[in-house]
């Protein structure tokens, strides 16, 4: 019959535990998590509070992370519509540009135009005056 796992078979260091193979070869995996809990509860166990007091400003972190997160979706999105505004404003100032392009071979070259959307002006093409 196997020997039960026990704690020395488990060496612990502050952020680490060493497992000696050779020690647990043949125990069941019950035993070995048994052990393995009896030890990890008993390193914890003697730092209780300060895991407690660490967990406590994880959570703290987590919010403050978690608000920031937030703020940055939004301000990304707020980018993201003014990038969309921007090139829709981009296209409309290019048709302008055509239809005025287009309305200034159909009339003489004294006529003021002016392109509109909602209205705000996006093209305003000044009349030419040819000095004499």
Request: charge should be negative; hydrophobic fraction near 35%.
């Amino acid at each position: 019959m196997s020997e039960v796992v026990g704690q020395k078979d488990f060496i612990s260091y502050e952020n680490s535990i060493v497992v000696n193979i050779d020690d647990i070869i043949g125990k069941t995996p019950t035993e070995v998590m048994r052990a393995l809990d009896s030890l990890l509860e008993q390193k914890y166990s003697k730092n209780g509070n300060d895991i407690i007091s660490e967990l406590k400003i994880l959570k703290k972190e987590n919010e403050i992370l978690q608000c920031q997160n937030e703020e940055l979706k939004f301000r990304l999105k707020e980018a993201q519509e003014h990038d969309e505004k921007r090139l829709e404003m981009m296209e409309l100032k290019d048709t302008a540009e055509q239809l005025v392009a287009i309305i200034r071979q159909r009339y003489d070259s004294h006529t003021s135009i002016i392109v509109q959307s909602d209205g705000i002006k996006v093209v305003q093409d000044m009349m030419y005056i040819p000095l004499k």
